[in-house]
Structure formats: C-alpha cells, structure tokens
C-alpha cells in the first residue's frame, strides 16, 4: 500500500444475533464466555485490518470465527430444521465495486461465509443454493467440508424439542415471534483503503421446513455494501426480506444524504417493528461512523472505532 493509498481510520464492528436475551436468564458465566468471545473475534478481524488486509478479508475472518463458536446460531451450534439437519445460509460484500456471493441451505460447508466468498471470487454467480451450492464447495480447494451432525449443540436439541412441543399443541407461525430467532452472526469493517464490506451467516430459523431462507444471505435485505456504507442484519428475517432493510438504511445515506445512524434508526425502530418485525443491525461507513441499533432486549455485538475505543455489549441500552 503506497503513501498515497494509505488511510489511517480502520473501524470493525460484529454481532451474535438479536432477541430476547434476558440478563437473568442468561446467566453470569454464560455472559462473561459471550463477551470473550466477541473480544477473541475484534481482536483476530481488527488485526487484519491492521496488517494492511482489506474489509472483505477482515469480515470473512470474523464470521468464519463466529461460525466455529457454538453460542451463536452460526456453523457450529446452528438450529435444528423440523427434520432434526442444519441448513445453512451466509452472503458477503464488498462496497468496493458492489462484488457480492451467497450461499444457502448448505449442509456440509463448515464456514458458509468463505463459501460465499468463493461464489463472490470463483464464479459467475451472486447466489447458490442447496446442492448446485455443494457442488460448487466440491470444486474449491481448502473449502473445509464436515458432516452435518458436526453441527449439533445438545442445546439447539432442546431448542428444537420445545418448539416441536409448542407445535403440537397448536402452536404456529402465525402467531407472535417476535424476539424468538437470535444468533444470526456478522461483520462490517472499513479497511486502509477506505473500502467497507460485510457479511451475515446463520443457521435459520428453529424446527424451519420447506428449505425456508431468510434474510441472511439475501443482498439488500441482510447484507448490504456500497461505497459509502456496509450493513449487516440480525432479526425475524421475514421482515428484513419484505422491507429490503441492509439496502434500505443505505438508499437513505446514498439517496437523502441521511446520516448512518438516523438511517438505521428509521429504518429499525421504525419501519421494521411497523410491519410486525424486530431485530437489530450493525452498520459502518467510509468515514468510520458506526452504527448498532436494535429494538429487542438485546444483540451480542462489538466494535472498534477509528480512534481505537472498542467495547462488547450483549443487553439494550438504558
């Protein structure tokens, strides 16, 4: 990177997923463990930046480390579908030329989001799916595969033997779920190069049929990157889809000239929650301004900023 290329601001932030995340609930030690990990990941995603990496490979970092650590409903630890397998989603972007791959109802591909950072790379393609998209993983070298029971958690188990009780006992979808389907994980970074890019993966929705897709590894409605900012989403990925969120908060920095933070909360505590939805979202732009919004109890999220103050946080602010 030359003198004249080289930007000092680098700014990272992540996030766990949003919901229903009570303190009381949840647990000291359990708490204390959630944080850690959130710093282990700032640490590894920020040092990339640091070393001159771009954003695209700092947030790939991040989600892939999120993805093998099984609090969150990401690789490792996501929910059970209703036939008792994992099927996994991911999407990444880089703002920089608005390059985007994704991947969904994957089973085998330990890490999604550097999957989906091959489609975006090796092929001609934005998004895959299912088999055409282990197919695609059979072609990659260095693409870890594992077999699908190497995503199980005893607690996703218990997870999905409530829900399927729930259901049993005339329990649907149609009712209020709001705050129930946390864990989704992601990143957004601004790199030296005053470039941004994000990421989103998750492990769906508990007891989900039918190959059900969210948000996550949609473009525009769980992730989103352009040149001025990056967007992640975390929430009832339904309505992420029908209001098009990730894409939503940036039309109005792009279009109106909003800032990032009126936008995200216009867009979260407004038109999300309006239509029936919750859940939250983490967003960055080239100027390292970042934003972490959410209308549940709680997201697990951390960042960085520019000037190197950094914090973790699980619970909604006062």
């Known amino acids: 990177m030359s003198a004249r290329q080289l930007r000092k601001p680098l700014a990272l932030a992540i996030h766990g997923g949003a919901g229903v995340i009570e303190r009381n609930a949840l647990g000291a030690d359990v708490e204390r463990a959630i944080l850690a990990d959130l710093e282990r990941v700032l640490d590894a995603g920020h040092a990339v930046l640091a070393t001159g990496g771009t954003a695209l ?34 999407s990444i972007m880089d703002g920089h030329g608005r390059r985007a791959g994704a991947v969904a109802g994957v089973s085998t ?24 998209a ?21 607690v996703r188990r218990e997870q999905l033997r409530q829900a ?15 705050g129930q389907y946390f864990g989704t994980v992601g990143a957004v970074a601004l790199d030296a190069y005053g470039h941004v890019a994000a990421a ?3 492990g769906g929705m508990t007891n989900k049929r039918w190959g059900r897709v969210g948000d996550s590894p949609l473009i525009g409605a769980g992730t989103w990157a352009d040149a001025r900012c990056a967007i992640s989403c975390t929430g009832w990925g339904e309505y992420y889809i029908r209001n098009a969120v990730a894409h939503d908060i940036a039309a109005r920095v792009a279009y109106r000239g909003d800032r990032l933070q009126a936008a995200a909360e216009d867009v979260i505590l407004g038109e999300v929650p309006a239509h029936g939805g919750d859940g939250g979202v983490i967003a960055l732009d080239r100027d390292g301004n970042l934003a972490l919004v959410l209308n549940t109890t709680g997201m697990y999220r951390g960042w960085v900023r520019p000037d190197g103050s950094r914090g973790t946080a699980i619970y909604q602010e006062p």
């Open 164 to 178: 399927q009780q729930r259901e049993q006992a005339a329990w649907h979808a149609s009712q209020d779920l709001r």
């Open 57 to 90: 490979d700092a947030v790939e970092a991040a989600v892939s480390m999120l993805e093998d650590m099984p609090s969150f409903n990401a690789g490792r630890g996501s929910v059970f579908t209703a036939d008792g397998r994992h099927e996994l989603d991911a």
């Open 109 to 132: 591909v330990r890490n999604p989001v550097r999957l989906a950072r091959r489609v975006l790379e090796d092929s001609p393609h934005v998004f895959l799916i299912g088999e055409g």
């Open 200 to 202: 989103t993966s998750t």
């Open 134 to 154: 282990e197919q695609f993983a059979d072609t990659q070298p260095g693409i870890e595969r594992v077999s699908n029971d190497w995503f199980d958690t005893e």
